[in-house]
């Protein structure tokens, strides 16, 4: 059987988000520095973003770069820094060609302007493809989000636009980068490590995690396939029980 067909179309997830791990013990397990498993790692980019595309999955978030790896070393940080806005550069004609629109959360005014231009721009010539929103968390990490999301209603309630009873659940989703986009279904974390990363704590509540030992690099179709098969076998209850959301049949 071929690994797509083993899909049920009718229960698709509708926003998959991946932690991409593991391109630099994939590139020093094969004697190279990290930055070879980074530019190896564009080719699972690619295969995933087919897959989803392919599947019809409406949403795919990608951990591209974290607040905490502007921490890393200085080459492996600029050589990141350029191999992405090379990509996006390079992609944007196969992202309009397969209608997938390219979107951005996270702390972009922290990026080199030269990419933050670049990659605004590739934005833009995406902004009207209608089919996969393809979301690359850049500068990202989820207690930033939420410590920015804090800092503006504060200000609001400061300025009398917003009281504290008014805060909900509703409000503060409303304030954070993803307010347009909808919780993930699903996370795939690959290279074996089983832990969140500070990778959108807030919208991952519910989802159902998935963990793969396979290195970044090496994910490709059959491995997305294989997390969406997973995922199609879990019973998500949301806090209910079984019987609560399985409909008794007379």
């Given at each position: 059987?071929?690994w797509?067909?083993?899909i049920?179309?009718?229960?698709?997830?509708?926003h998959v988000a991946?932690i991409?791990?593991?391109?630099?013990?994939w590139?020093?397990?094969?004697?190279?520095?990290?930055?070879?498993?980074?530019?190896?790692?564009?080719?699972s980019?690619?295969?995933?973003?087919?897959?989803?595309?392919?599947?019809?999955?409406?949403?795919?978030?990608?951990?591209?770069f974290?607040?905490e790896?502007?921490?890393?070393?200085s080459d492996?940080?600029?050589?990141?820094?350029g191999l992405l806005v090379?990509?996006?550069?390079?992609e944007?004609?196969?992202?309009?060609?397969n209608n997938?629109?390219?979107?951005?959360?996270?702390?972009?005014?922290?990026l080199?302007?030269?990419t933050?231009?670049?990659?605004?721009?590739?934005?833009?010539d995406t902004a009207?493809?209608?089919?996969?929103r393809?979301v690359?968390?850049?500068?990202?990490?989820?207690?930033?989000?939420i410590t920015?999301?804090?800092?503006?209603?504060?200000a609001?309630v400061?300025a009398g636009?917003?009281t504290?009873?008014?805060?909900?659940?509703?409000?503060v989703?409303?304030?954070?980068?993803t307010?347009?986009?909808?919780?993930?279904?699903?996370l795939?974390?690959?290279?074996?490590e089983q832990?969140?990363?500070?990778?959108?704590?807030?919208?991952?509540?519910?989802?159902?995690?998935f963990?793969?030992?396979?290195?970044?690099p090496?994910?490709?179709k059959?491995?997305?396939y294989?997390a969406?098969?997973?995922?199609?076998?879990?019973?998500?209850?949301?806090?209910?029980?079984?019987a609560?959301?399985?409909p008794?049949?007379?």
């Open positions: 059987m071929i797509e067909e083993r049920d179309r009718s229960k698709l997830p509708d991946i991409m791990d593991g391109n630099g013990r590139a020093q397990e094969r004697g190279y520095n990290r930055i070879y498993g980074h530019q190896h790692g564009v080719d980019v690619r295969e995933a973003t087919e897959a989803a595309a392919e599947l019809g999955i409406k949403y795919l978030t990608l951990y591209a974290s607040t790896n502007w921490n890393r070393p492996e940080v600029e050589a990141l820094m090379d990509t996006i550069e390079k944007t004609p196969t992202l309009n060609k997938v629109r390219l979107l951005a959360i996270g702390d972009l005014a922290r080199p302007q030269p933050r231009e670049k990659f605004e721009r590739c934005m833009a009207s493809n209608t089919g996969l393809l690359l968390a850049i500068s990202y990490s989820s207690r930033w989000e920015a999301a804090m800092k503006q209603m504060a609001e400061a636009k917003l504290p009873e008014q805060i909900s659940e509703q409000v989703a409303a304030h954070l980068n307010k347009d986009i909808p919780d993930p279904d699903l795939i974390r690959t290279s074996g832990r969140i990363s500070n990778f959108l704590l807030w919208q991952l509540a519910y989802s159902e995690l963990f793969t030992k396979v290195n970044w090496d994910f490709r059959e491995q997305f294989d969406i098969f997973a995922y199609q076998h879990r019973e998500r209850r949301y806090g209910k029980t079984s609560q959301i399985t008794k049949h007379d």
